[in-house]
């Protein structure tokens, strides 16, 4: 077939070079797809010298793949698509690309590419529809380059440094985090005409207080990721143009003060994560009143005081609830029951539609993407899990969690709470709770971890938490809980530490004594039965030896010591004769014990 034009290989079990024999002769080609495969070998400048009509490359996702050309090649042909991700192309940046003028598309990620990005780039870059270098080893700054209509520039996890340039901000996805950028103020706030719907500039070193610019973005930004950066003082105030926002993460800073109040026009949130910063005062109720399609909210480790909201109970999408970590008071909401989508099984958040145009040869043909809230792009979130720090990414929408340990929360674990038959997580550790477990937590049937250490409940371990089979987390430790541990797989499964500091817990896997030598709990009991339960403190029963032989000991002293003789004499008589008495006295109730044990 000599005259063929469009050969497309891709996605298949190619090994080796032998698809030289069958592409070798197509001189016609003007599109090449062998991408995901498992090619080996160097593809060189003799290699393509063959096609002068090619305009779309596709080498893509062939690690073993060496792609090796001279610096001063000039190829045959015209390309408007190059896919070159996950090859062997670096470790130099491809000098050939400066003689494709008519590129639209350009992914070259993943390449060991360990460089700067050259000067004349920017005779390229101005027709760029998509951009990607991410996952490369590229430093420096970044040089100006115009980019009047791209729609997806990706130039994440690389060394770049200074100064993000303002042209970047023409791009409709912008994904620069995991580099070493310093500002980012031209490219927020010099750019004209934004029509910017993502922007990912998180785990940089961006620094000072946060551009007070976000009106020129208006109603386009719908993703905005600033996390893990060193952003500092208050949030500004024009964060609350951005009406058509869905997620906004700005944790892991060092904001101060209050949430701003025009925080509450951004009534189409569906994400929002403040955590690990300074923020201070109490948490605002619009929170509960505007934000209705709420699906996730991350406020801790902050130093919010003051209750719970009550309208937080509005939130009936959400998810995850993170308030651990910070100063508040008061009681749980009972309310806080009517999260729908942690009672019903059957029941699926709203979800979002990103457009995301995929293209090869026409820039207009989109494609929609139906993505969960909790797993848009780069959506991230660290996650007390298990009792271990997690940072979830794909899998965070399969979370159904409650966190509101380390805090001052006083009065009862809520009954109600056991309502939240999806719930997989809760934690309630580090407060200060009272009164007993919940006796129907067992309801909680997808729970996978339970932490309500560090309180002060008390009574005895409902047996309903027995029939938690999916639980493999368990933290009781450091409360007043009493009586025996129900006995079941599960419960007995896990290390006594679960139950360790209630002074009335027995049963496995507790055992009498630690290898301290000091008893396992204060408390043990002394007779005890399914039905009927005495206890008395056997702490002081030892305490009671140790004072008894103590005055034992030192009168036996004084006796010999400073009585004299006469009175030494008739003490030991004395003594003597009440040991008599005793014996007698023990003899003859053991032999009535005798006589009535033969009648």
Not at 197 to 224: A, E, V
Not at 396 to 404: A, F, H, K, M, S
Not at 453 to 475: F, V
Request: with cysteine; net charge negative.
């Amino acid at each position: 077939m000599p005259n063929l034009t469009d050969f497309d290989a891709s996605n298949n079990r190619f090994n080796g070079t032998s698809t030289e024999s069958i592409i070798g002769g197509l001189s016609h080609l003007e599109f090449l797809d062998v991408s995901s495969n498992s090619l080996v070998g160097v593809i060189s400048e003799v290699n393509l010298i063959k096609y002068p009509k090619l305009e779309s490359l596709f080498f893509s996702n062939n690690s073993a793949l060496r792609l090796k050309f001279n610096s001063n090649w000039v190829p045959p042909f015209q390309l408007k698509t190059i896919e070159l991700a996950s090859c062997k192309l670096g470790p130099q940046f491809p000098s050939w690309l400066q003689t494709q003028s008519q590129l639209s598309h350009l992914d070259i990620s993943d390449n060991d590419i360990s460089s700067v990005v050259p000067n004349w780039f920017s005779n390229i870059s101005s027709k760029l529809w998509r951009l990607n270098m991410s996952f490369n080893l590229l430093y420096g700054t970044l040089p100006y380059f115009p980019l009047i209509g791209a729609y997806t520039v990706d130039l994440s996890f690389n060394q770049f440094h200074g100064s993000i340039p303002s042209s970047l901000s023409n791009a409709s996805y912008a994904y620069l985090s995991d580099n070493n950028f310093t500002s980012c103020s031209s490219f927020l706030c010099e750019a004209k005409d934004v029509v910017t719907g993502i922007i990912d500039m998180s785990n940089n070193q961006l620094f000072g207080s946060l551009p007070d610019c976000w009106g020129k973005f208006n109603s386009s930004l719908f993703f905005l990721k600033l996390d893990y950066n060193d952003f500092s003082r208050e949030i500004p105030s024009s964060i609350g143009s951005l009406t058509n926002i869905q997620s906004l993460q700005l944790g892991n800073n060092n904001f101060s003060g209050a949430l701003p109040s025009t925080l509450e026009n951004c009534t189409s949130l569906r994400a929002l994560d403040f955590g690990w910063n300074s923020l201070e005062r109490t948490i605002p109720s619009w929170i509960g009143e505007r934000f209705t399609a709420l699906v996730f909210l991350n406020l801790k480790s902050n130093k919010f005081v003051g209750n719970i909201p009550l309208s937080l109970c509005h939130l009936s999408d959400i998810q995850i609830l993170d308030l651990s970590s910070n100063g508040l008071s008061g009681v749980i909401p009972s309310c806080l029951a009517n999260f729908t989508s942690m009672v019903h099984s059957n029941y699926t958040s709203t979800e979002i539609q990103i457009v995301r145009h995929d293209f090869i040869g026409d820039p207009q043909s989109t494609e929609i993407l139906s993505i969960g809230i909790l797993n848009p792009p780069s959506l991230s979130s660290q996650i007390i899990w298990k009792g271990v720090e997690y940072e979830y990414k794909s899998i965070l929408g399969l979370l159904r969690l409650i966190d509101l340990s380390s805090n001052k929360l006083t009065g009862e674990i809520p009954a109600e709470l056991t309502r939240l038959v999806e719930l997989t997580q809760l934690n309630l550790s580090w407060n200060e709770l009272s009164g007993d477990i919940p006796e129907k937590i067992g309801n909680l049937s997808k729970l996978e971890s339970l932490d309500l250490s560090h309180n002060k409940l008390s009574g005895k371990i409902p047996k309903s938490l027995a029939e938690l089979s999916l639980l493999n987390h368990l933290d009781l430790s450091n409360n007043q809980l009493s009586g025996k541990i129900p006995t079941s797989t599960q419960l007995q499964s896990f290390n006594a530490s679960t139950y360790t500091m209630n002074h009335g817990l027995y049963g496995p896997p507790l055992t009498d004594w630690h290898e301290s030598g000091t008893p396992s709990h204060g408390f043990l009991a002394s007779t005890h039965d399914q039905e009927d339960e005495t206890w008395f403190n056997l702490s002081w029963f030892y305490k009671g030896i140790g004072v008894g032989f103590t005055i034992g000991f030192c009168g036996v002293c004084i006796n010999f010591v400073i009585i004299n003789y006469y009175w030494r004499n008739s003490y030991f008589m004395f003594m003597h004769s009440v040991r008599n008495i005793l014996s007698k006295g023990l003899l003859r109730r053991k032999l009535a014990w005798i006589d009535r044990s033969l009648n």
